[in-house]
């Protein structure tokens, strides 16, 4: 799982990841190209889950389908 | 080292901690045996391990059946080899796409603050979860 933080300042998304000792990476709003990893995935409300491939490819959206995709390819 | 050579090591350290490489060894005329870790092999030898003393073995001299365990043990090794070299090639290749560079400046909670973090394998799927604080 890839966290892409939409907090306007490090400091905040520190906090929040503290709060629960975040163990996944995460792409602070300072470094995230919005043009490839925020625009194309219309995110219009937090939190968002959206399953993707390698190369990007949206395959699902949506915490339970996201999820349950990823298990489907598993089995 | 090479990086074919690399890979071989690894793939070889991992048979050796998952304790598979360990067997009763037996002479071809089954006049002697012992016990011993796979340390290493190539097409007509075989190095054991017993106690501290590492020793090489022509595998001929080995019994038929631990001759055909060390040829079992060679197909894993070349298994797992090229699943990592397969792995290490996805992983390049995901790092060049669109995709990777927009994931290269990944961090990652350590202690109270974020470090620098960077993927180790490409997945086969990513979950983004888009969150804020506020």
Known sequence: MIHISLDQSSDAALKWAESFKQ?????????????????PYKVRGVPAYILVDRNGKEVARGKAAALAAAKKDEA | MKKKNIIIVIASLMLVASGWWTRNWTSA?????????????????????????????????????????AKEEETKVATLAAKE??????????????????????????DTKFVDHKLQEAPKYFLLYFSASW
């Open chain 1, 23 to 39: 163990p996944w990476p995460i792409m602070l709003q300072e470094d995230t190209d919005q043009k490839k990893l925020v625009e």
């Open chain 2, 85 to 110: 070299k397969e792995k290490e090639k996805v992983a390049a290749e995901f790092a060049k796409s669109d995709f990777g560079k927009s994931l290269k400046k990944l961090q990652k909670l350590e």
């Open chain 2, 29 to 69: 005329d089954s006049a002697k045996t012992f016990q011993g870790d796979v340390v290493s092999l190539d097409d007509t030898s075989v190095t054991v391990k017993r106690g501290r003393k590492e020793l090489p073995f022509e595998r001929e001299l080995f019994a038929e059946n631990d001759q055909e365990g």
